[in-house]
């Protein structure tokens, strides 16, 4: 029970001393163990209840949990991954920043206390401080915690890092910390951590983490031990020892005292068990085991824990041995896993020893060590090594090998050296730990202090923030690239630059190893400067130049930086060589310069340079060529090495280092990589031309087209040579998404933006053009300031050079034979000879080889091992077969795969036909190689290459337009047979197909288009349902739409126009409009000569007369010409199967919608409508709606536009349910539902069972109410015609109903007034319960299970009520004919009236009196009381109480009845007439009836058992009845003693809702009313009480209305918005006085904090309501409250203004008053003093004056003022009232020498006055 107690402390009164004692006395550590372990673990399995056993259990439970990992030999040490939250820890604090502590915790593992996880005394006054924005009184976390501090702590969260890593949160919160312990278990002796929550005058408040628990930490004790003149202060950690224990735990008394409490071993006395037991515990152990991985000891008598490997004593390893007694430190508590790891180590067990945060040999952290020895080898932990210089150190298991390898701990034992990186020094376990991983060694950069300023790094960008961008160097080493340094320019829009996962290239700017901060550069200027670095102000030599970039621009000059910190000066005078006025215009923050040193003071720090001299001295430097090359000068060199990206080639003769990218070989981007394969080390290459040189590279190109621009001059050498429209020759740089960089000679890049880039549109930069290909740009912007230009490449506006396209197909090819060449003679292959021998065009004699569906195959003697092809198109119309023998002309060779395409094409076998220059030719593509093509030229079986491309910025963004085999062209031969195509011909080519039109000019599109009106003639091509194709005679094609086709009069019904059309008949026709050629939407008329590629016809003959006028329609105006309900012809045009509606068009540019309900009359059609309506059908329809904006046509194909009542239309079922019935989509956007009643002629058990959603029905419609309409699916309504009388038919008023009459009728609901029944959609009549059935019910409910709603039952009509149209039923089996509602099986007893009941009575009058007054009556009452329409006829010989009875009545059962429902009642009034009342009350046992029913029938049965016929016993059951009549009424007044107790507060709304019916006015009731809701975080219902409340409290009473007002407007304040509070606000003013709601509002600003609200509100308050006093005091007392003395001195100056001059004294007391209290007293006492020098005889101020002086001066400034008031000229009654009061004040304050001068005085004053004050 005392552990339940610790446990689940009841609260409240204090347990007895008596147990205490005895608790104490027993220092059952084991018995407390068990009872806190089954709390802890729910009493888990293996909790024994036996108490002799449990001192053993706990024990037995830990051995078991231990010794299993014992046997398996795994004791290890303590892995991250076992590290779960609440784990108790030792740790050591080893670094300590601004808001977090890094702890070291056992086995090497470190954990993070953040400055929010100290205690919440801290936490509190962290945000107090952080709030009154003055942290001098901070407290930081340097000055609580120190490197090599030990404290206990918990593992509050386990975060995982970004990189996966975990990363352990921890606490010293003692809440979390000292969690398991309770107050009852706190015992003297116990050492607890905590930390100061308050700074008291005699010591400390401590917060050990108990709540009700008060320790207190006296500063002697603190002073004694530390020697320390400094306080503790708030937050600081603290480890104490219990010295007295008070109150139950209530009030502990703590002393500090490190080598005591190092001394005192936690003994068994003081109540630790493993729930509460906590790290830092000496305790006394003994070894239990030893196993060569660590230890298992018992401690304090019934706990066992484990010494892992890392803290036995490294020096007394061998020397332990099983039953030796140590002392041992708690290391560590995981009370989940039963686990409690303990140290040997003499850091932590020997009294007074520090813990060493530092290594004695200095810091080793990131260091390579070679020649280590392992010593042993731990499974599961780690091995230990040796370091050479004999220090040991520990690998962990997971750094004994890379991540991805698979464990081999034997090899790596095997191994005789190792080679570790030294990782980190763990001052817990006091070791190095190592890895000897491969990839961790070899690291580049491991720490911080690794980096040095002026490194060129490789990093990844992690993240981009707002001032810039996190790069990692390594898993653990991040830099900042700040904002300014991410470019050479400030970047707009950093993220298009760079991206998650970029890997980039930075140089170190500066690093602070301490601190871990480190910042980078990527400015391209700092990154590759060759000039030297200034590191420190001694490199900064005078004479110097080196690149600096600007970090703040003055009047006087730049500042700029290098690295490290190293700043200097550049003055006005050394910006420029030309005068600079305003530095700004001229420099921007961070532009990179080059700077000379002028002056530098090192050990100033001053630095004085010039950007002048650097400029000047750096021309003279390139004045000296540095390089015997020049751009633009064309170059021979020699490969020096072969690299991915380019080659390196030394110019010749000079061997001038320079580098020729890949990608700048050739202008042909396919030939590229051909060429750089041909290359090899040592080869010679002509043509180059240097395009770009700096001091580091020089950059080479072969590319023609780059070659060519430069040797013309076509270049611009610098930014200032560039102008808009100069065209420049350049390359692909780099592809963003939001453009390309142009490259040019001289290393000019301009920007092509994505509008820019090509005259088509593109979505995807990436798919227009590759890196580095050749482009042809026009300058469009320049940004003279940032030097940025922007260019475009859109063909459109870029002139090619003339020639340009054959030029560059003749190198081309030039190229690919080079190549061919190379590769032929280095393989010294004759078949690689051969084929590069074979020439486009040549004729081979070969033999099949195979011959398949997708090509044939050849083989030929002379080229042995060659493949020969030919495509399915090159052997069509050919029949091969293996083995014949086939001329074939040869297409393409590639010598690199040894593969020949050829072709057995008659057309292109045959004799070749002679050319003429400039004829034209139709063409064929044959074959398409990359970037060229080979075509032939109509029936001249001539081949030649054209390229694929006839521009260099051509753009192709999909492939259907790039050119296919079998696309034909247009070609002109330029030269017929060029040497340089080896004797093919030259030609010029263009597109035939539509698709690859080049460029279409207005004046070729007005020549082959139609204008509005032409007379056109063709022949019919297609007859489609819908339109008529017409091939037009001028090539072209038209479209005839279905309603252009035959005059609209004539269309019939049913028809289709299109049919009467036969295809290759000719046609005149009119052009009446025009379709896209892509989407074929009818295109709007623009303008009369407005063409169409393909245009709409028409065929009607009255429309082609010249002579008419025929004008062109709109849409909008057709549609402008319908009206709703007219007729109309369409034709049918599409139908869509998801929306279920069918598409029909009158004109070729309208379109209308028909639902499927305005499509179809016949529910049989709705699955399958598409088949009613074919396409191109002529359908007569009504319009139903038409609107032009926005465009809506609907259509209506059943004949009607609208519903009408009486109609007949189709509807769909959209839902269905019981108490409504069916729910009805209707046409033309109606819907209506459909009542039970109106389903059927007769009506069935389930109603609506044979109805599902979607259904089509055909409805009836009776009529519109609200909105919908109500529909019938009656046959009779539906066919009238139907001579079929309905069995069930509809009554549509009482009138139609008789009383007596049988009518069937479906349930609507069943409720205490009885069962509702729907007779028709108007009509619902009720049966009451006793109607309802012939047994009694007690319950409505009964009926409720049995009677579901749509449950069809037969009534009859008992009465009709025509006035208030009642009709009432009865629905039992004597007036039905059907059998009862409710089954016989229930066992309900029967109710009896008439006859029956007669008889009962006649019965009941034959029993004897005594048997009359000794049993009650089983006389019965029903349930509930009927809700009567009119007043009951009562029979003469009824009495009027209806009696129920059980047919198998006797007399044992009579006063214990089997059904619950049948409650007895005494007839204590026989034979008078009774009312009928609810059931469980009587007017003889009124009272009793408070008393549970079977108690009352107990009580009966025994007093009728045990009294059988004597007369005495009877009078003892009456008195008995009394009493229990006098104890429910008792008991009754108690519960409305209860009710009107004021004090109870209510616990539910149903109780606040019964007291406000009784005090409705009651503010304080409604506020509580408010304050339940809020709790259980019910705002809205808050709020809807609130303005209950205002609507319900009488307007009378002011003060309770503003009450509410005044929790509204807190409510909002708290929970709203501003928007709701100020709307709150301006209803409180419209209905209460405003002065109060100002105040009140003010108030709750100022409580909240909300300064400058409040104020806002104040200063509008004294203007508004400058006449009342009371509102200046109230925002002088806010002003001063908020410290702001001065605004009150004003604000009193501006109230004496606005006040009347009466009220100046008082308003002025009243602010004296107010600084007394809230401001300066001294002022308050000067004003005060002014006052009363003017109005010396206000006798009250003086009272007040003295009142204020007492509790705030000093003795000697009050006995003063009592001196001066004493000497007052008042009356002399008022002058004894003062003496008085100085009298009593001496007395309180003063000495018996003073009492008596006051006393002295007043004698003197007395005899001064005579006579007169005596009398007084």
Known sequence: MASMEEDFPRGGTAKKPTESKIEVQRTEVDNLFQSNEQAETKKRKGASKDAGKKPKKPKTDKGDGLTLNAAAKCVEILHIKNVKEGLLMLGCVKEVTDFEVTVSLPCGMQGFLSIMNICDSYTKLLGEQLDSADPEDICSLRHLFHPGMVVRCAVAKLDVAKRGSLSIQLSINPKLVNKALTSGSLKAGMALSGCVESVEDHGYIVDIGLSGTKAFLPKKTVKDQHNNPEELKVGQYLTSLVEEVKNEGRVVRLSVSPPTGAQACAGPGQGWNLTNLLPGLLVKATIKKVTKHGLILDFLSSFSGQVDVLHMEPEQTSGYAEGAEVRACVLYVEPSARLVGLSLRSHLVQPGARVDHAPAGGDRVGEVVKDCKMIAMHHMSGAVVEL?????????????????????????????????????????????????????????????????????????????????????????????????????????????????????????????????????????????????????????????????????????????????????????????????????????????????????????????????????????????????????????????????????????????????????????????????????????????????????????????????????GVVAKDFSEVTVGMQLVGFIKNIMSYGVFVEFPYGLVGLAPKSAMTDKFISDTTTAFQPGQTVIAKVTNLDVEKRRFLVTLKISEVISPEGDAQTRLINGLQERRAVTEVFAARENSDLRQQLAALTVGQKLKLTVDTAKDSGATFKSDDLAGATITATKHHVMGVNLTSGQKATAVVLHVDVLSTCVHVSILSKLVAKKKSLAEGSKYPAMVQHVSKDFAIVSLGDTAQLTVIQTGSHLNEVFLSESEKLKAGMSLSVEVVEPSCPALLGLPLVSWECVAPKRLRTTSENQASARGHRFGDIVRGTVRTVKPASVLVALEDGGTGSVHVSEVVELAEVRQGSFPTSTVKVGSAVTARVIGGREASSHRFLPFSHPKFTYTIPELTLIPSKLDESEDFKAVSAKEKLSGYTVGEEITCFVSKFNPDRKSLEVTTDPCVTGTVDLLAMITD??????????????????????????????????????????????????????????????????????????????????????????????????????????????????????????????????????????????????????????????????????????????????????????????????????????????????????????????????????????????????????????????????????????????????????????????????????????????????????????????????????????????????????????????????????????????????????????????????????????????????????????????????????????????????????????????????????????????????????????????????????????????????????????????????????????????????????????????????????????????????????????????????????????????????????????????????????????????????????????????????????????????
Request: proline share 5%.
């Open 1163 to 1816: 529910p049989k059609d709705g699955g399958h409508p598409e088949k009613v309506y074919k396409l191109g059908q002529a359908v007569h329809a009504r319009v139903v709606e038409v609107t032009s904006k926005p465009q809506r046509f609907v259509l209506s194909l059943t004949g009607v536009h609208k519903l009408e009542t009486g109609g007949v239309t189709l509807g769909m079922v959209t839902n269905i349910q019981p108490q409504v019935g069916l729910l009805v989509k209707l046409p033309f956007g109606n819907s209506g539902t459909v009542a039970v009643t109106d389903l059927a002629d007769a009506y069935r058990p389930n109603p609506l069972d044979g109805f599902s959603k979607d259904q089509l029905l055909r409805c009836f419609l009776l009529g519109v109410e609200n909105g919908k309409w109500q529909l019938s699916l009656r046959p009779s309504r539906l066919n009238p015609q139907q001579t079929k009388p309905a069995k069930d038919p509809e009554v549509l008023s009482v009138d139609e109903l008789k009383v007596g009459q049988i009518i069937r009728g479906y349930v609507k609901s069943v409720g205490e007034q009885g069962v509702f029944i729907r007779l028709s959609r108007s009509i619902t009549g009720r049966a009451q319960l006793q109607q309802s059935t012939k047994y009694f019910v007690n319950n409505h409910k009964v009926l409720f299970k049995h009677l579901t709603p749509n449950t069809l039952l037969t009534t009859k009509i008992h009465s009709i009520d025509e006035e208030e149209e009642l009709v009432h039923l009865s629905l039992l089996p004597g007036d039905t004919g059907k059998p009862d509602v409710l089954p016989e099986s229930l066992g309900l007893p029967l109710r009896l009236i008439g006859e029956e009941k007669k008889e009962h009575d006649s019965k009941k009058k034959k029993r004897s009196a005594s048997e009359s007054e000794q049993k009650p009556a089983e006389s019965q009452v029903p349930t509930k009381k009927k809700k009567k329409t009119k007043k009951a006829k009562t029979d003469d010989s009824d009495s009027g109480v209806e009696v129920y009875f059980r047919e198998e009545e006797d007399k044992g059962d009579q006063e214990e009845p089997k059904s619950e429902s049948v409650k007895q009642v005494a007839s204590g009034s026989a034979g008078r007439s009774r009312l009928q009342v609810a059931a469980g009350f009587s007017w003889d046992v009124h009272l009793s009836s408070l008393k549970p029913a079977s108690t009352a029938q107990e009580g009966d049965s025994s007093d009728g058992e045990d009294q059988d016929g004597s007369s005495k016993p009877q009078k003892k059951s009456r008195r008995e009845l009394q009493q229990e009549k006098k104890a429910a009424e008792k008991a009754l007044v108690q519960r409305e003693s209860e009710l009107m107790d004021p004090s109870l507060r209510p616990q539910d709304a149903a109780a606040f809702e019964r007291l406000l019916l009784a005090s409705p006015d009651s503010s304080l009731l409604w506020l509580q009313y408010m304050a339940h809701h809020l709790q259980a975080t019910q705002i809205e219902q808050a709020r809807a009480v609130a303005e209950r409340a205002l609507k319900t409290i009488s307007f009378r009473e002011e003060q309770e209305k503003l009450n509410v007002w005044v929790a509204l407007l807190n409510l909002e304040n708290m929970y709203g918005t501003e928007e709701s509070l100020k709307k709150v606000f301006e209803r409180a003013l419209q209905f209460c006085e405003p002065t109060p709601v100002y105040q009140q509002l003010a108030d709750i600003y100022a409580k909240c904090d909300k300064t400058k609200e409040a104020e806002g509100l104040y200063k509008t308050m004294v203007k508004r309501f400058r006449q009342n006093k009371a509102v200046w005091l109230s925002y002088g007392t806010f002003l001063l409250q908020q410290g702001q003395s001065d605004g009150a001195s004003a604000l009193l100056q501006r109230a004496l203004k606005s006040l009347p001059s009466k009220e100046s004294v008082d308003v002025i007391a009243k602010f004296a008053q107010l600084e007394f209290r809230y401001g300066d007293s001294e002022k308050g006492r000067t004003m005060f003093d002014k006052v009363l020098t003017s109005y010396p005889k206000r006798t009250d101020l003086w009272s007040v004056f003295i009142d204020l002086m007492v509790k705030h001066g000093s003795q000697k400034e009050v006995r003063a003022l009592f001196d001066r008031v004493i000497h007052l000229s008042v009356s002399v009654k008022k002058i004894k009232f003062f003496f008085k009061r100085y009298l009593e004040y001496e007395k309180k304050h003063g000495t018996p020498q003073s009492i008596q001068a006051v006393k002295e005085k007043a004698m003197e004053f007395v005899e001064a006055k005579g006579t007169e004050a005596s009398n007084q």
């Open 388 to 712: 050479p210089d004999k220090t040991l150190a520990f690998v962990h298991r997971n750094h004994l090998k890379e991540p991805n390898e698979p464990a081999n701990e034997n090899r790596v034992l095997a191994m005789t050296e190792h080679s570790c990186r030294i990782l980190d020094f763990s001052p817990m376990d006091q070791i190095h730990f190592v890895s000897l991983r491969k990839s961790v060694i070899e690291k580049r950069f491991y720490r911080y202090q690794d980096l040095e300023a002026g490194q060129v790094v490789e990093g990844t960008v992690s993240i981009l923030l707002d001032h810039g961008m996190v790069v990692h160097l390594s898993d653990h080493i991040r830099g900042l690239v700040p904002r300014t340094h991410l470019s050479d320019i400030l970047l707009k829009n950093p993220e298009k630059k760079y991206v998650v996962g970029m890997k980039i290239k930075c140089r170190v700017l500066s690093v602070d190893a301490e601190s871990k901060k480190l910042y980078l550069t990527r400015k391209k200027a700092l990154v590759e400067s060759s000039l030297p670095l200034f590191l420190s102000y001694a490199d900064a030599r005078p004479g110097r130049v080196s690149h600096s970039y600007i970090v703040c621009i003055k009047d006087f000059g730049c500042i700029v930086r290098f690295y490290n910190s190293v700043k200097g000066l550049v003055p006005l005078h050394e910006l420029s060589s030309q005068p600079v006025v305003c530095p700004e215009d001229l420099f921007y923050v961070g532009q990179v310069l080059k700077a000379k040193v002028l002056q530098c003071d090192p050990d100033k720090a001053k630095m004085v340079l010039s950007f002048k001299a650097a400029v000047e001295g750096g021309t003279e430097e390139a004045a000296k060529p540095q390089f015997d090359c020049e751009v633009g000068k064309r170059l021979e060199a020699k490969v020096l090495k072969k690299s991915v990206n380019g080659l390196e080639v030394a110019i010749l003769p000079d061997e001038i280092r320079a580098v020729l990218p890949t990608m700048h070989l050739s202008d042909h981007m396919s030939n590229c990589p051909l060429l750089w394969e041909s290359m090899q080390e040592g080869d010679s290459i002509s043509n180059l031309i240097c395009f770009n040189k700096n001091k580091q590279t020089i950059m080479v190109t072969k590319k023609p087209t780059v070659r060519w621009s430069l040797e013309e």
